[in-house]
């Protein structure tokens, strides 16, 4: 059985979790395997929107570009989450790009047959509007740090956030993830030289550090006060 076929591993993606047996099974002949090379976009900012992606393995990159190699970060996405649902709701164009930073396994579902899908489950409809109001609510966090906090404090809140979700070593916390300093000033919205700045403050203050070659929050608690409002 194919991957997209397996209901199996349908029942092991958040979005597809609350249906039942039968629609798992609607939903697997509507599904389609997809791959991507490290590399490889996905779809670009204001393309027309064809359909739906989950993420099966691999990390996905959401951002957007502004002239020259300035460009903002919205999200990166990983097994069991999904993303271009806005456009098909939205009935508009894509608002960001998408990047396979790894090699990706998706599955694609196509903008008529994933509309039907909400129409007909309103559990699927129900989690997805949460999703997207978890997303907003985010985008609306986003928008007050630029305009209300300086970038020391945006550095400290997003590596607070990323430690919070990483593995624990002794006191503190490895970030969620392996992130270049490009990773993170994409994710701020800045350049590699304010952020290294930022960074190396953070770091004679005893709040960040490096082990193994990977960024680690010796005490989460005391940069979490330094990124608070």
Do not use: H
Not at 25 to 36: I, T
Not at 135 to 142: G, I, V
Not at 205 to 222: D, M, Q, S, T, Y
Request: glycine share 10%; hydrophobic share 45%; net charge positive.
């Amino acid at each position: 059985m194919a991957p997209a076929g397996d209901v199996r591993l349908l029942k092991r993606i958040p979005l597809f979790s609350p249906l039942p047996a039968r629609d798992l099974a609607a939903v697997a002949r509507l599904a389609k395997p997809r791959s991507y090379r490290a590399g490889e976009t996905i779809f670009l900012k204001s393309q027309a929107a064809d359909g739906l992606y989950v993420v099966l393995s691999g990390r996905v990159k959401i951002f957007t570009a502004a002239g020259g190699r300035k460009k903002k970060t919205f999200s990166w996405l990983k097994r069991g989450d999904f993303f271009g649902e806005m456009a098909l709701i939205e009935g508009a164009s894509r608002s960001a790009a998408a990047l396979a930073e790894e090699d990706v396994q998706a599955l694609f579902i196509g903008q008529a047959d994933f509309r039907r899908l909400l129409l007909s489950n309103p559990a699927l409809l129900f989690y997805l509007l949460k999703i997207v109001c978890r997303r907003l609510r985010l985008a609306n966090e986003a928008l007050e740090d630029l305009l209300f906090r300086n970038l020391l404090g945006r550095a400290a809140k997003t590596l607070s956030s990323l430690a919070q979700k990483g593995s624990r070593a002794g006191g503190g916390r490895f970030l969620d993830g392996d992130y270049s300093q490009r990773d993170l000033a994409e994710l701020l919205g800045t350049s590699r030289e304010p952020l290294s700045r930022a960074l190396a403050a953070l770091k004679r203050a005893g709040l960040v550090g490096e082990k193994n070659g990977r960024i680690f929050v010796p005490r989460p608690e005391k940069l979490a006060a330094l990124g608070a409002p």
